[in-house]
């Protein structure tokens, strides 16, 4: 075997190109060893401007998955990571099972140590070379990838990488990985010169009969009730729905809701509040929802029927899940509701049963509007500051067009975001660390819309913020990064005092494992990659501190450009650890006696234990505003004032921001 001579082309570059063919515009890549020939590669395309892709160096493998991911709910295409053979392989299986869970269609892409130990101008040439191989490298991805390969000496490279974007992109999407051994992608390579068209890949389409029978069941019940989650990532299917529950009074609700299904607005749109109603329904309609009632504490009535719809309505990559179904109808949701709106129409109308459900949903509504706006107007001088209280100062803030993210930040509801594809919510996968890179796959795919994010301070960390600050700065991600920060990890602690709760954990002076203490600075990470970042503990000054955020320009980058080929100074720096003041159990002795401190707070009642604000703001204040001025936002948001601002700063380089919110939950 020979290598590529400087004017033959590589498979690497064969690869580039097929990969910029079949649609892929970014690549985000955390190199090794093995991608000697894909840097080859890059330069050589680009010396002869070859149509490739845009590669992004992300410093670690699990940001990398989470932009693809949040990548492709913006764009809607999917996007290229590649990664080092199997250790960078083992670091993207965290966001690689949310991607699978959402079934996000993405290329994983990895080197394969080198096949031969001598021969070959790719041969290997470090010890790693033996050590990172693997029998099975594609064994480690099969849970969650849909398909996985290895590209071998001769293949054409333009088939395989079309096969394993068909594949990604068929019902149900999801991951797939392709291996790239090191002596395969430098060989001599020919480049297609009649390239497989792309595949237009139909969905499958749900059957009518069944529909008709759905139709038949909706029509002679009394409170017929649809549950989704995920429903409105099919943006045009949010208008089916809007349109379907209104004409024929269908209320709609939203258990985890991790995108916008309906508008906030929307007369039957009852949220997450809407499984409290679960035990009225005589007709469920599951569409597009992982797990519509937790059994529990609460199942179906006995004689309500059930009905499943979505593309893969039994979840199959699901292990143990079982939720009753009389029926299930695989197929696209938003053609089922379609159809289903039709046949409803083509029946009689049932008058009286669809009034009764009208006054029951607007009593239902009314009840929790109220709740909320009490909560809200409460929480506007309460310390520390609460999560509805941030979701309604994002929601004032937010341009029509915004992106919202959520990662045990504030729950969607609060948001009250009324546009299709304006929320993206961590997946059911759970596995943290999606925020971070969503934001800025979101910010990738749509550079002039603002994007914002709402984290906890745990899932900041598992969101690898060294690297996504790094890369916000480099590749010109500027996004909004809301850090509400309770300096625990309290679903940590939720859940232990549902399992036990009046256990010896839910009574101990301090629960094991779930603290975050002491609670580092976050503004100062953000600040070491030149971001602007402010922290905010009193609720008045939330609405400006935004407001400064989502205009600031960035510092520009202090960092001087090293000259090309010189070899990087070696930088140290040396991080010290800040001395505290009070042990931990001090400061809870503290608490104890009233006295002030920063820090977590505890409720009078015992185990009811809540963060708490610290003592100073770091932004100016603004007034307070009405209900009315709230409430009148839309129309501000929609002026273009706002838009043009915004667009402004997110023309700048290096410009995000973080804030440290102390907070509790609604
Ligand atoms: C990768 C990963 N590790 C651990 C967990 C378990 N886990 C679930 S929620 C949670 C705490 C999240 O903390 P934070 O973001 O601060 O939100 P809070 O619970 O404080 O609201 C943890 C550790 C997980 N889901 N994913
Ligand atoms: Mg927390």
Not at 482 to 502: H, K, L, M
């Amino acid at each position: 075997m020979d290598g590529a001579s400087n004017t033959t082309i590589s498979a690497a570059e064969g690869l580039l190109r097929a990969l910029k063919r079949r649609g892929v515009d970014y690549v985000l890549a955390n190199a090794g060893t093995d991608f000697a020939p894909i840097i080859e590669g890059l330069v050589r395309a680009a010396g002869r401007k070859d149509a490739i892709p845009r590669f992004i160096t992300v410093p670690h493998e699990n940001l990398a998955v989470a932009m693809a991911h949040g990548y492709y709910q913006v764009a809607a295409k999917p996007a290229g990571v590649m990664v080092h053979v199997t250790v960078g392989t083992g670091n993207t299986i965290c966001a690689l099972m949310n991607a699978a869970r959402d079934n996000v269609p993405l290329l994983l892409m990895a080197g394969r140590t080198p096949l031969t130990q001598d021969g070959h101008i790719a041969s290997r040439s470090a010890p790693i070379h033996w050590g990172q191989e693997n029998f099975d490298q594609g064994g480690i991805t099969r849970e969650y990838t849909k398909w996985d390969f290895e590209l071998r000496a001769g293949q054409p490279v333009d088939e395989i990488v079309g096969r394993a974007l068909d594949i990604a992109l068929s019902e149900p999407r999801g991951p797939v990985y392709l291996t790239l051994p090191r002596e395969v992608l430098a060989n001599p390579h020919k480049d297609s010169t009649t390239p497989l068209p792309p595949t237009e890949i139909a969905t499958p389409q749900p059957s009518a009969r069944h529909i008709d029978a759905l139709a038949e069941w909706i029509a002679a019940a009394e409170f017929p009730l649809i549950l989704t989650s995920n429903l409105g990532r099919d943006l045009g299917a949010v208008g089916v729905l809007a349109e379907l529950a209104e004409r024929h009074a269908i209320p709609v609700a939203q258990p985890h809701a991790s995108c916008v299904n309906l508008p906030a607005s929307h007369p039957f749109n009852l949220g997450h509040a809407g499984t409290e109603l679960l035990g009225k329904a005589d007709l469920l309609l599951v569409v597009d929802c992982e797990v519509p009632w937790y059994p529990r504490y609460a199942t179906p009535r006995a004689d309500a029927k059930v009905v499943h719809l979505g593309v893969d309505p039994l979840f199959e990559r699901y292990p143990h899940r079982a939720f009753t179904a009389q029926l299930a109808i695989t197929g696209s949701s938003r053609v089922g509701l379609q159809l289903l709106d039709d046949a409803l129409k083509a029946r009689p109308v049932q008058r009286a049963a669809a009034d009764r459900r009208r006054a029951v949903v607007a009593e239902f509504k009314t009840a929790k509007a109220a709740q909320l706006a009490a909560t809200v107007e409460r929480a506007r001088s309460e310390k520390p500051i609460r999560y509805s209280y941030v979701g309604q100062c994002v929601h004032d803030a937010l341009p029509k067009d915004g992106i919202v993210i959520t990662e045990l930040g504030v729950a969607a509801d609060h948001f009250a975001l009324e546009e299709p594809g304006s929320l993206l919510a961590v997946s059911i996968g759970g596995g943290l660390g999606f925020g971070l890179g969503a934001s800025l796959g979101a910010k990738l795919a749509a550079p002039h819309r603002m994007v914002v994010s709402t984290i906890g301070d745990g899932s900041y960390m598992f969101g690898n913020p060294t690297p996504f600050h790094l890369v916000s700065r480099a590749a010109k991600l500027p996004t909004l990064t809301i850090v509400c920060n309770n300096g625990r990890w309290q679903a940590v602690e939720s859940a232990t005092r549902v399992v036990y709760p009046d256990g010896a954990a839910a009574h101990a002076e301090e629960m094991p494992l779930v603290e975050l203490q002491p609670s580092p600075e976050f503004t100062k990470v953000a600040e070491a990659s030149d971001a602007w970042a402010r922290r905010v503990d009193d609720p008045a000054e939330l609405p400006r501190a935004i407001d400064a955020a989502m205009t600031a320009r960035g510092r520009p980058p202090s960092a001087a450009r090293r000259s090309h080929g010189a070899r990087p100074a070696l930088k140290v720096a040396l991080i010290l650890r800040r001395a505290e003041g009070q042990a931990p159990r001090a400061r809870t002795q503290a608490r104890r006696r009233g006295l002030p401190r920063c820090g977590r707070a505890s409720d009078t009642a015992r185990g009811r234990r809540r963060s708490a604000a610290r003592c100073t703001s770091a932004v100016g204040g603004r007034r307070r505003r009405s209900s009315a001025s709230h409430r009148s936002s839309n129309a501000r948001r929609s002026s273009g004032r706002r838009v043009a601002r915004a667009g402004q700063t997110l023309l700048q380089p290096s410009v995000n921001t973080t804030w440290r919110l102390r907070f509790r939950r609604a």
